[in-house]
């Protein structure tokens, strides 16, 4: 008996210490081959400052199609990860039906699949979204990409290997004390605030915008740089005027002093809303005065125009009906659609980006690393200018062998650090500390000052990702806002977009072809199997027992 109790005891104290090793040290194994719940250092650092209750209300639950319940799962299994990394994470999966009007006045908006099952189409709407909660602080994650994809199942890989990546922006950006400060240059002729507001509208959700204009250069120079170095980044859209050598070394030293910058440049005079007016218009040299600037940091916007056989498309009237005009959408050569550098984490799962009368850049050697981001395909023709450019030019016939120029580069990433275009040069206005190059800074030239410009629909700003009369979409919206991301970020988070995996999706057609198959094989044939044993097993036991 006392032996008995002796064991008991043993047990009890061998449960005791497992089950306190097992409170005390805590692992996940991630077996996975392409380690997709392996949280980078990126996420566990920003999640390791969260420091009270943050939610996480994912609305991916309830009657939806078969194959998003793995988008479901794979985010369950994520958000668990992040939860077992910091416990102070709280998720929970509801159901969207009973506020759906809720949602959509939150941004929620829903997306609308066509479903294939056993060989039929048919369609669901669900709510590919997720809300974050900290303090007061909210912010709402799309689960599904707006990047153009050829399947539902490319779809599905795309959003998950997108889900680190948006959860952690989300969290960083509503824990954030301090946003930096973005400035939107004025002052020589830039995009009024209406034709940018798509855009900015964006960027103001993340970071502080404040317009800032060079004019101040003319009374205090000193004064305007002292000013312009508190931001953080300067976007320079579409620039109309030239810029004189004080505006120029103001420019040059914010950079000099760690200024990021964004600069959308036309150098080229051509509008597509005055070639609607007439007809015709004249497309010749713009002299923004930029170019010495440009060419110390290692590039040069060219003087011709691209045009490309991948474009975009733009209404052109083809005949009446009734006293009415009949429009029809075809090809216009001089908006080249162009695909971002798939390697990249600022264009990587991006829709093409339409381009409006763009300008080829040429780089040059020099200490800076270049990156491309938009490149043209293989099919252009470049267009030298002065030129007068008519819209019937569209009806035109192709002769593909004239679009040989190749690839052109519309769009670049420079890195490293920046020599001053006024290094060895007279100032234009003395100032207290003159750089004559910048610690390692980064900035993003687009030769395309329309990149950024949304339509107007009566009179309000339409999305700059869709064109108003083509409904086509692009990724010109994305685009920009990963840009300033990366130009802003010193944590490596944009880095995240770059993650790749391999997810294995179900062959529907063959399944369906091969169903009576794989029914036969998983239910009929181990019944098969099972009877079969249970006849064997009674007649040897009635045989072995009968002679006994």
């Not at 990433?413 to 750089?435: C, D, M, Q, W």
Request: proline share 3%; net charge positive; glycine share 4%.
């Amino acid at each position: 008996m006392n032996k008995k109790i002796k064991k008991i005891a043993i047990l009890v104290v061998i449960l005791v210490a497992l089950n306190f090793v097992n409170q005390s040290f805590y692992k996940r194994f991630d077996l996975t081959e392409d380690k997709r719940y392996t949280l980078s250092e990126t996420t566990k650092n920003i999640i390791s400052k969260v420091d009270k209750f943050l939610f996480v209300n994912v609305y991916l639950e309830g009657d939806f199609p078969s194959e998003f319940k793995r988008l479901q799962v794979e985010t369950r299994q994520y958000l668990e990860e992040l939860a077992a990394e910091n416990p102070k994470i709280k998720i929970n999966f509801e159901n969207p039906d009973n506020q759906r009007e809720a949602l959509i006045k939150k941004g929620m908006m829903p997306s609308q699949l066509t479903v294939e099952e056993d060989g039929k189409l048919s369609e669901a709407i669900i709510f590919p979204w997720a809300e974050i909660n900290y303090g007061k602080k909210t912010a709402i994650i799309s689960l599904l990409p707006n990047s153009i994809v050829a399947s539902q199942e490319e779809q599905l890989q795309k959003s998950i290997e997108n889900l680190e990546y948006s959860f952690s922006n989300a969290i960083h950006s509503v824990y954030q004390k301090q946003r930096k400060k973005v400035a939107i240059l004025t002052g020589n002729g830039e995009l009024e605030d209406i034709y940018q507001y798509s855009f900015l509208s964006e960027v103001a959700k993340k970071y502080r915008l404040a317009k800032f204009t060079l004019d101040a250069v003319a009374k205090d120079a000193a004064q305007t740089l002292d000013d312009l170095s508190q931001l953080d980044l300067a976007i320079i859209a579409k620039p109309t005027e030239k810029f004189t050598e004080k505006e120029k070394f103001v420019l040059d030293q914010f950079i000099a002093n760690g200024g990021k910058t964004l600069w959308m440049l036309d150098n080229v005079q051509a509008d597509q809303d005055s070639l609607g007016n007439t007809g015709k218009m004249l497309a010749y040299p713009r002299d923004l005065s930029l170019t010495d600037v440009l060419f110390t940091y290692g590039i040069r916007i060219n003087t011709t125009l691209i045009k490309d056989l991948y474009a975009a498309q733009i209404p052109v009237a083809t005949g009446q009906v009734a006293n009415q005009p009949q429009f029809k959408n075809l090809d216009w050569f001089y908006h080249p659609l162009v695909n971002g550098n798939p390697n990249h984490a600022i264009t990587k799962n991006v829709s093409p980006v339409r381009l409006q009368f763009a300008n080829q850049i040429d780089t040059l050697k020099n200490n800076i690393k270049k990156t491309p981001l938009l490149v043209s395909s293989l099919l252009t023709q470049k267009v030298g200018t002065p030129r007068i450019i008519e819209l019937q030019s569209i009806a035109e016939e192709v002769v593909e062998k004239d679009y040989n120029s190749g690839s052109q580069l519309f769009a670049v990433l420079l890195e490293g650090a920046f020599n001053s275009a006024y290094k060895n040069r007279v100032h234009p206005f003395e100032t207290p500390l003159f750089r004559e190059q910048s610690s390692k800074n980064k900035m993003i030239i687009i030769a395309d000052g329309d990149v950024g410009k949304n339509q107007l629909l009566k009179e309000q700003p339409y999305d700059l990702a869709r064109d108003k009369w083509t409904n086509q979409q692009f990724g010109n919206k994305d685009f920009l806002l990963n840009a300033v991301d990366y130009l802003l970020d010193d944590s490596g988070l944009i880095n995240l977009r770059n993650k790749s995996l391999q997810i294995k999706i179900l062959d529907k057609q063959k399944a369906f072809k091969e169903r009576t198959f794989w029914q036969f094989l998983n239910v009929i044939l181990p019944l098969i199997f099972l009877l079969s044993f249970g006849f064997v097993f009674n007649y040897l036991r009635k045989r072995k027992y009968s002679r006994s």
